[in-house]
């Protein structure tokens, strides 16, 4: 298939216009014209993971976070986006991001966490201008838990070992926000919606007192609460695209470790 028959489709489940000014997403590295028959799903486009491509025969890296943020000046092999950007280029893999448009789909990221965590009544939490798309969910859980019986739901349902949270408060817990990634702008929406608990990452330590005792902060960190990205971009593909090869990247990007 060609490239831009495939990015066509993706961008017609998630806008690039849906995406955030600051964002770089779509095609980054590569040609639209370009013939490619396998494609490799990751969250980062590491060094790693270009190997990995090059490994399993993938000439079509899809990345949820964009290896090019910034303008690149030079290509000299000095940082890490330039050694992927030239490994790609050398070896003929074309790289395409989608991120925040697809943090913004009202089916996407934060779609997928709300479902992992079973919720129930969602909608999203921040509406853009359109009200379809938005930022976050916000939903029920199918019985009220303790706070403790649902930090350990919440490190079950979504595969993580720490949790970074703000005071308990002895309430129960039923109606949860969510947002993959830097979720700190929203504390104050999930707030105003009457959340108990607001699932997030990259929370700072003055974040933490703007919970102001009316809801618990809970931190699971930015890899873990996009990680379930993946095998959403690839359900997407296979029933979309069922003849395109696709593969999820087994290759661990997760750059923060807990000693």
Known sequence: MKLKDITNIIEKWSPLEQA???DNVGLLVGNKNNI???ALITIDATEDVIDEAINNKCDLVITFHPIIFSELKQITE???VERVVKKALKNN?????????????????NYKIAERLSLNNTSLLIKKDDNEFGMGMIGDLDEELNEIEFFEFLKLKMNVKHIKHSPLLGKKIKKIAVLGGSGSFAIKEAINQKADCYVTADLKYHDYFKAEKKIILADIGHYESEQFTKQLILDFLNKKIPKFACIISKTKTNPVNHF
């Open 20 to 22: 955030e000014t600051f």
């Open 36 to 38: 490619v028959k396998k």
């Open 78 to 80: 000095k940082t890490y």
């Open 93 to 109: 893999i074309n790289i395409y991001a989608v991120h925040t448009n697809l943090d913004n789909n009202p089916k996407g990221v």
